[in-house]
């Protein structure tokens, strides 16, 4: 009898936690559109990979902005480009998603934050259901040198043409 109680205490135990993953995954990935998701992964130009963040709390924003129903990260680790200081940096874009029924409020933003000279939001485009923010600072790193912005050319003309795909 002892060890069925030891048993059972055990499967309890570990069955909380297991529980628990699942259910705060379940939940912090509630506004992402997997299928939407999945389309951008499948255009990637070869050498990108994407992390998509959806957990609410540790999505960020631009500056002047509300947290965003998502946001993916995308950076290229086969290419490299030198920064200002020679040091080798990576191709890479973070894009923000907004419900497509917040144009309104992020463009307004948008305007009201260019006064700003660091972390400003800036529209990237838009589908059916959302409205896609970055930032010049998420861009390469806010690295615009010709070496740079041709490293990063291939992910932006495959990111719009989906879009448009999607409007």
């Known amino acids: 009898m002892k060890k069925l109680i030891y048993y059972l205490i055990l499967l309890v135990l570990t069955a909380l936690p297991l529980m628990a993953c699942q259910h705060k995954g379940e939940s912090a990935q509630k506004h992402v559109d997997s299928d939407f998701i999945s389309g951008i992964n499948d255009v990637l130009p070869n050498g990108w990979e994407m992390e998509v963040i959806g957990q609410k709390g540790a999505i960020g924003h631009p500056h002047g902005l509300e947290e965003a129903l ?21 191709p890479s874009a973070r894009l923000y998603f907004y419900d497509i029924h917040e144009t309104d409020s992020v463009l307004e ?8 000279s660091w972390d400003v939001p800036d529209y990237f485009d838009e589908t059916a259901k959302y409205i896609v923010v970055t930032s010049p600072l998420y861009i390469n790193g806010g690295i615009y040198t010709e070496e740079a912005m041709a490293l990063y050319q291939p992910l932006d003309t495959v990111l719009k043409e989906y879009f448009k795909l999607h409007r």
């Open 109 to 116: 933003t948008i305007k009201r934050e260019a006064i700003y």
């Open 70 to 90: 998502f946001r993916i990260d995308f950076v290229d680790h086969t290419h490299q480009f030198s920064d200002s200081g020679g040091r080798a940096t990576f």
